[in-house]
C-alpha cells in the first residue's frame, strides 16, 4: 500500500474542502493518486449532497448589498440547516456574493442565479447540510436607500427621501414590527372582505343592537388594517403617532420597503426529544 502523507492529505483537503478522514480514506483507496482521490471525493460528496437536497433548511441569514451612492441594494435569503452553519463565515459571505450578484444582474428569478449553482455544490459538499438560495429583494432608489441588519435574520431596505436617519429609523420599525403592506389601499380585497366577516360573526356573538355591531366591525377591520400596513402603525419610537403622520411631519415620503426574514413561511421539523431517545435504545436492544 502506498504511503498516505500528512502533506498529501493535506493538499487534498484544500482542492475538496472535505473533511481529513475522508481524504486520507480516498487516498487510500486510489493508492495515494491525487487526481483520482479527488474524483472520488466529488463523486461521494455529490451523493451526500444530493441526500441533503431532501433535508429542511430553515435556518440561514440573509445577505445584503449597498451600492456607495446608496441608490442600488439587494437583499438574498440563504437557507441551511442548522443555525450552527448560519455562523460560519464561508456561509456569510456566499450570501453576501448572491446578494451583491441580484443587485447587479436584476435576475428575475432564483433560477437566474445558475452561476452559484457550482459554489453552492461545493459549499454543502465542505459544510455537509443542504443550502438554498430562496429568495432576494432588490430596489432601484428614487431617492436614497438605507439598510438595517438585524443580526443576519432580518434585512430591510428602505427608500425614503427624507434624511437618512429617517430611512435608517423606519428600516428599524419595519424589521420590529414587519407590515404585510405599505398602505390600506395596497390590502388586497379578499383580505379585507374575510377579516370584516371574521369581524362580523364576532360582533354578533355580543348580542349588540344592528347600529352597535356594525361600528364594532369598522373598528375591528380598520384595527386590523393599521397593524398591518406600514403607512398605519404607530412607530416604534413613538407610539403616539402613526408613520404616516411622522412623514408627514418631516415633509418625507416613503416610496418602497423590502423586508426578508430567515425561514418565514418555511414549516420546521419539530423533534420529540424523548421520543427519539426511547427510539435509539428500542434500536440497540
Given at each position: 500500500m502506498a504511503e498516505i502523507s500528512a502533506g498529501l492529505v493535506k493538499e487534498l483537503r484544500e482542492l475538496t474542502g472535505l473533511g481529513m478522514m475522508e481524504c486520507k480514506k480516498a487516498l487510500v483507496e486510489t493508492g495515494g493518486d491525487l487526481r483520482k482521490a479527488e474524483e472520488l471525493l466529488r463523486i461521494k460528496s455529490g451523493a451526500k449532497a444530493s441526500k441533503a437536497a431532501g433535508r429542511i433548511a430553515a435556518e440561514g441569514v440573509i445577505g445584503a448589498w449597498l451600492s456607495a451612492d446608496a441608490k442600488l441594494g439587494a437583499l438574498a435569503e440563504v437557507n441551511c440547516e442548522t443555525d450552527f452553519v448560519a455562523k460560519n463565515e464561508d456561509f456569510i459571505a456566499f450570501a453576501r456574493e448572491v446578494a451583491e450578484a441580484v443587485a447587479q444582474s436584476n435576475p428575475a428569478d432564483v433560477q437566474g442565479l445558475a452561476t452559484f449553482e457550482a459554489r453552492r455544490q461545493a459549499l454543502v459538499q465542505k459544510i455537509g447540510e443542504n443550502i438554498s438560495i430562496r429568495r432576494f429583494a432588490r430596489i432601484e432608489a428614487v431617492d436614497r436607500l438605507a439598510l438595517y441588519l438585524h443580526g443576519v435574520k432580518i434585512g430591510v431596505l428602505v427608500d425614503c427621501d427624507g434624511a437618512q436617519d429617517l430611512g435608517k429609523d423606519l428600516a428599524m420599525h419595519i424589521a420590529a414590527n414587519k407590515?404585510?403592506?405599505?398602505?390600506?389601499?395596497?390590502?388586497?380585497?379578499?383580505?379585507?372582505?374575510?377579516?370584516?366577516?371574521?369581524?362580523?360573526?364576532?360582533?354578533?356573538?355580543?348580542?349588540?343592537?344592528?347600529?352597535?355591531?356594525?361600528?364594532?366591525?369598522?373598528?375591528?377591520?380598520?384595527?386590523?388594517?393599521n397593524?398591518?400596513?406600514?403607512?398605519?402603525?404607530?412607530?416604534?419610537?413613538?407610539?403616539?403617532?402613526?408613520?404616516?403622520?411622522l412623514l408627514a411631519s418631516r415633509k418625507a415620503k416613503l416610496n418602497a420597503y423590502r423586508i426578508l426574514v430567515v425561514g418565514e413561511g418555511i414549516e420546521k421539523k419539530g423533534s420529540d426529544f424523548a421520543a427519539e431517545v426511547l427510539a435509539t435504545a428500542g434500536g440497540a436492544r
Open positions: 407590515p404585510q403592506y405599505l398602505s390600506k389601499s395596497e390590502v388586497p380585497a379578499d383580505v379585507v372582505a374575510r377579516e370584516r366577516d371574521i369581524a362580523l360573526a364576532w360582533a354578533k356573538e355580543s348580542g349588540k343592537p344592528p347600529e352597535i355591531v356594525a361600528k364594532m366591525v369598522e373598528g375591528t377591520v380598520n384595527k386590523f388594517l397593524e398591518n400596513t406600514l403607512l398605519g402603525q404607530a412607530f416604534v419610537k413613538d407610539d403616539k403617532q402613526s408613520v404616516e403622520k
